[in-house]
């Protein structure tokens, strides 16, 4: 173990070395003195008469050595002149200290706490890397780590395996901790009975203070086929547990998976050892090298290091609405719009909001229950997705500053969510309103003819499915994954080993011969390479546009979804033209500006999003023709800004942000700049027009340019003086401290009301405005201070545009709510003041009476 | 090592208590507080009496009453050459972890001889020379201390089984047995 020494750069160059007091291969303990040099120095000396001057001091000074070993080698000589600190002597360490448990060196036992004048670095500081499952205050130093590493790329080799690494909430195994579920198991006549009554359960004894939630039990579901699949990619992979939950929710876990210890073995890594709350990292169990590596997690943004390695597994969502237990510390998760919704799913909906608002909204929501469920009753019909992703964004942003108040805080969230579970029963809820609504249903269901088709396949009422499918896929995947991979190693080794190519080839054949272990690993294939190259097969040629699928103001190449159909090998555009082969549409709006676009065009394919989806997790281009979504042939046929297209009025397309454009006039009056995907729609829309003959611009060449300049002009400075007076109106009522998210809606409504007034001239104007646009000479002026001068381009505000619709219907609901809360505040304040105004009268009558006896 | 000490700890009693069986809460309560813990030096194993129980002395301000309790118990302090009995709790490719009492004890693989070696293939896995000493979850091993940290309320120990008569216990008594059986030919009658 050679260690080369430097002389440090506190000493005051230039030195001469006087002295070397220890040979080659003699022993040196720390702290004694290796080496005697001098060097020269200023010495300001004085009489007694007071003159001071400088004389030139030449000092001799020890050098200490700062470890323990022997001498193999001085690179320098006795009376050699060295200007700057270079490393000057090789030692031989007694003990590298590679391995470090809580501070004391594994191999020596000695404390490597203890620093001294003569080191200048720490010896913990020398084994650093945290690489073991369940440990954190084991650590060993790089040297060590890529040791270890090898011996065990080389052992999977051997086996022909790789690594895997698996998630556990809503990725093999779905847990809450409802006590319902309880009882339905222990009801035979339960309608889900069947469903539940292989669910597994376990207490957490030794889990902290959890308040309600501890002792209580936990009943855990294994996602169909979890044996099966596991024993099959077992002899594929060597699996390790990564998990978010506590170390002993893991283990418990790991018992009921796998009792034996045969899969996993003690490679179970959880939230107790991760080292971050919020972030997994293969880092942590494989520091050096991770080509060997896959992952399987139904969350992909945990793992923002490793995408390449990471298989995404569509969520298991068995028990409906209650999502991940333990994903309180993690970022909310990027929900797309649910597919068609069966009554069922509307209200697993409800109660999930209802859940998820209790978790994340917390100041002025947390407190009062009640306030919780009447608002999640008014939102249940507005998207949640939109709601999630802002508040996981603002969630996202806090935790940034990462302080310990936080964490305490999520941490009370999370006892908060689960008590939640406990006293509100969301599933037993769904359950009875999943009956009554059946019930209802079956009433009308004679005089709906052709009303929605809602389809109820479960004779028996029960609310929960057992009809999961995903890890047949899944062990496809990783077959076809751990098949490609050793292909092309055994092709590479092949040519490592003296095949024609590697003879021809110099390089390679120098590789092999450097030496024989190293030269087998080299030629190891990255499965971060070899995976995406698999992937990105499937949806390859596909040039996708998406509609309604990701929430407005979020930037549509970061969102998961975009992510995940690029990392498919799908190349996504913005908008709608001739290279475009698929729409993705929301099923829920399927008429927005984008499917107009593109239904007029034959030769692309308006798919929804389960098309996506499914191709996604099958790994295989689905057909497209089930997933085809129904566009009418007034959509068809019609030009898409074309006036009087009415605005479709299902009760669940509030959340449509596009809707707004589609009637046009509206849009286009505020000229919203929503985000870069509206914008570039507009221009877009253009040349549709003059192919189908009846372009605008016909009429423009005797119209009056002058007249449109100044009409501009004026509607400018209206809206923006209308704009000032609502916005300020409302923040002027927003005075009491009422939730942001309140303030907005409301500052959006009056909006609204503001533009409806001059809706009916602006709305020829709009068009006019968007023609000048699309000019390219002249009316460019114009355009800029328009864009400028339009008063609701922050994406914050168009994003609460889309709960336009409930805002209205709540809002005289709640403006009453908060003119109510006001009074109530200003009483209070009164009460207040005149109570003290009394105490300090009475007082000083008090006094003054005190004073006189 | 064990040590009986002599020791002193304060114990602070709520008002609540006072009364006629306050000696006898004193005690209890000090059981409580004291039992079982690490100072950083040593472990209190257990308390064998109590000295003498100081007069109380009520604190201002909180009305709490302090007694200085003098008491004698047992502590183990764990010192570095000391060879101790463990159980091991975690087994990885770096060496293994075993707790002897309430002391954590890692022994790295290279305190560990270089016949035996890591197999992860093994469930569980395991340290084994292939032959009678395997080393995994539970088993029983006697280690030799290395090195120790002590901090503020814990004790932190490194250990080695590279010496005779060290390692899995199976083991231990197999060599014992040999050892013995050079020493009285004809003892392997000597039933362990």
């Known amino acids: 173990m050679g260690k080369l020494l430097s002389l440090g750069t506190h000493l005051r160059y230039p030195i001469t070395i006087t002295k070397l007091l220890k040979k080659n291969g003699e022993a040196v303990r720390k702290e004694t003195s290796i080496l005697q040099y001098s060097y020269t120095w200023q010495k300001e000396v004085g009489d007694p008469f007071g003159e001071t001057w400088k004389e030139d001091v030449t000092t001799i000074t020890d050098w200490d050595s700062p470890v323990d070993g022997k001498i193999s080698r001085w690179k320098i000589k006795e009376g050699m002149t060295i200007h700057s600190s270079i490393p000057f002597v090789d030692v031989e360490e007694d003990c590298p200290h590679s391995v470090q448990f809580h501070g004391l060196c594994g191999m020596c036992g000695k404390d490597m706490t203890e620093t001294s004048w003569s080191s200048s670095t720490k010896d913990t500081d020398r084994a650093k890397i945290n690489m073991i499952h369940d440990q954190t205050a084991l650590k060993v130093s790089q040297d060590e780590a890529s040791k270890a590493e090898e011996e065990l790329q080389r052992r999977l080799l051997k086996h022909r395996k790789l690594s895997l690494v698996v998630d556990l909430d809503q ?101 107790d050892e991760n080292g971050n709350i919020t972030q997994k990292s293969l880092q942590r169990l494989f520091p050096v090298d991770q080509r060997m590596v896959v992952i399987i997690d139904d969350r992909s943004d945990v793992w923002p290091k490793n995408r390449s390695n990471l298989i995404k597994v569509h969520p298991y969502d068995f028990f409906l609405g209650i999502g991940d237990i333990n994903s309180s510390f ?36 947390a407190g009062s229950p009640e306030a919780v469920k009447k608002d999640s009753e008014g939102n249940s019909e507005v998207a949640t997705p939109v709601l999630g992703a802002r508040v996981g964004a603002l969630e996202q942003l806090v935790r940034m500053s990462g302080d310990q108040a936080l964490l305490e805080e999520q941490t009370a969230e999370q006892k908060i969510f689960l008590e939640k ?30 009303g929605v088709p809602t389809e109820h396949p479960h004779p028996k009422h029960n609310l929960l499915k057992d009809d999961d499918v995903e890890l047949t896929y899944l062990e496809k995947h990783l077959a076809l994954v751990h098949k490609s991979f050793y292909d092309e190693y055994d092709s590479a080794l092949i040519n490592a080993q003296g095949g024609r190519v590697a003879q021809l080839k110099p390089g390679h054949a120098k590789k092999v011969t450097m030496k024989d ?19 990105s097969r499937t949806l390859e040629g596909c040039v996708i546009v998406m509609s309604g699928l990701v929430p407005l103001g979020v930037d549509l190449m970061r969102s998961e979804i975009a992510l995940q159909a690029i990392s498919f090998g799908a190349i996504l555009h913005t908008k709608v033209s001739s290279k475009v082969t698929h729409l993705v549409a929301s099923t829920s709006r399927t008429r927005t500006t984008k499917v107009k676009q593109a239904a007029r065009r034959e030769k692309i394919k308006i798919v929804n999003q389960q098309w996506l989806l499914n191709s996604m997790s099958k790994w295989q281009k689905e057909d497209e023709e089930p997933y085809l979504v129904h566009v009418s042939d007034a ?81 400018m400075d209206g809206e923006s003086d209308s704009d000032n007076v609502s916005e300020t109106g409302s923040e002027t009522s927003n005075s009491s401290q009422r939730s942001a998210k309140t303030g907005d809606k409301r500052k959006y409504s009056s909006n609204q009301d503001g533009e409806e007034e001059d809706s009916d001239e602006e709305s020829t104007l709009a068009k006019k405005q968007r023609i000048a646009n699309n000019r390219t000479t002249g009316l460019k002026t114009v355009k800029t201070p328009n864009s400028e001068a339009s008063s609701l381009p922050t994406p914050g505000d168009t994003v609460d545009g889309e709960l336009n619709k409930s805002s209205n219907q709540e809002n005289g609901d709640d403006g009453d709510d908060e003119d109510f809360d006001d009074d109530l505040e200003r009483e209070l304040m009164e009460e207040l003041e005149r109570g003290e105004a009394e105490e300090e009268a009475e007082e000083r009558a008090n006094g003054e009476a005190g004073g006189g006896g | 090592m064990f040590f009986v000490l002599n020791l002193t700890h304060q114990v602070t009693l709520h008002p609540s208590y006072f ?26 194993i257990t308390i064998m009496d109590t000295v003498n129980i100081s007069e109380g002395r009520i604190l201002p301000g909180s009305g709490l009453a302090e ?38 004890i890692f022994v790295s693989g290279h305190m560990i001889p270089s016949d035996i070696t890591f197999d992860p293939n093994a469930t569980p896995p395991q340290w084994t020379d292939n032959e009678d000493s395997v080393i ?20 932190y120990a490194i250990a080695s089984i590279k010496e005779d008569y060290l390692g899995a216990n199976g083991c231990i008594l197999m060599m014992l047995q040999k050892e013995l059986a050079r020493m009285i030919p004809k003892a392997q009658a000597c039933d362990f």
């Not at chain 1, 970022?331 to 697993?348: N, S, V």
């Not at chain 2, 979850?137 to 280690?143: D, E, F, K, N, S």
Request: hydrophobic fraction near 30%; aromatic fraction near 6%; include cysteine.
């Open chain 1, 330 to 365: 993690l970022p909310k998760r990027e929900e797309l719009p649910k597919l068609t919704e069966t009554p069922k799913k509307k209200l697993a909906k409800a109660i999930d909001l209802e859940l998820s608002t209790e978790t994340t909204t917390d100041e002025t929501l």
């Open chain 1, 421 to 450: 579970q406990l006293t509100d029963r969301p599933l037993l809820h769904m359950q009875e309103q999943l009956e009554k609504e059946e019930a209802a249903e079956e009433q009308g269901a004679k005089e709906e003819v052709d």
């Open chain 1, 517 to 535: 272990h190293a030269a087998d690993l080299a030629i190891v294939p990255d499965v971060a390479k070899v995976m995406p190259r698999i992937k």
């Open chain 1, 171 to 271: 990725t093999i195994i779905h847990a809450c901790i409802e006590p319902t579920v309880g009882e339905w198991q222990a009801d035979k006549n339960s309608p889900n009975y069947e469903a539940v009554k292989d669910v597994r359960s376990f207490q957490l004894q030794d889990d902290g203070s959890r308040g309600v939630a501890s002792g209580c039990n936990y009943y855990i579901k294994m996602r169909p086929g979890l044996r099966g699949f596991l024993d099959k990619i077992a002899e594929m992979y060597e699996l390790h547990v990564y998990t978010m939950g506590t170390r002993a929710y893991a283990l418990n876990i790991a018992k009921i998976v796998d009792p034996e210890k045969r899969l996993f073995g003690d490679r179970i890594i959880s939230r």
């Open chain 2, 136 to 155: 995994q979850v539970g088993t029983h091993v006697r280690v030799k201390i290395f090195g120790t940290r002590e901090e503020v309320g814990s004790i």
């Open chain 2, 19 to 44: 009364g006629r069986n306050m000696h006898e809460l004193v005690t209890h309560k000090l059981l409580k507080d004291v039992e079982g813990t690490c100072t950083g030096r040593y472990y209190i």
């Open chain 1, 635 to 715: 959509d068809r046929n019609r030009g898409p800004n074309e006036p009087g297209s009415s605005p479709p009025s299902e009760p669940h397309d509030t959340d449509d942000s596009e809707m707004d454009e589609e009637s046009g006039s509206d849009e286009e009056t505020a000229s919203i700049p929503a985000s870069q995907e509206e914008m570039t729609d507009l221009e877009n829309v253009m040349p549709e027009e003059y192919e189908e003959g009846k372009s605008p611009v016909d009429n423009l060449q005797t119209f009056d340019w002058g007249g449109v300049d100044d009409e501009l002009a004026e509607f």
């Open chain 2, 67 to 104: 007694f200085n309790v003098n008491y004698r118990a047992v502590v183990w302090r764990p010192f570095k050459g000391e060879t101790v009995d463990a159980i091991v709790t975690s087994v990885n490719g770096v060496g293994f972890f075993c707790e002897a009492g309430p002391l954590s």
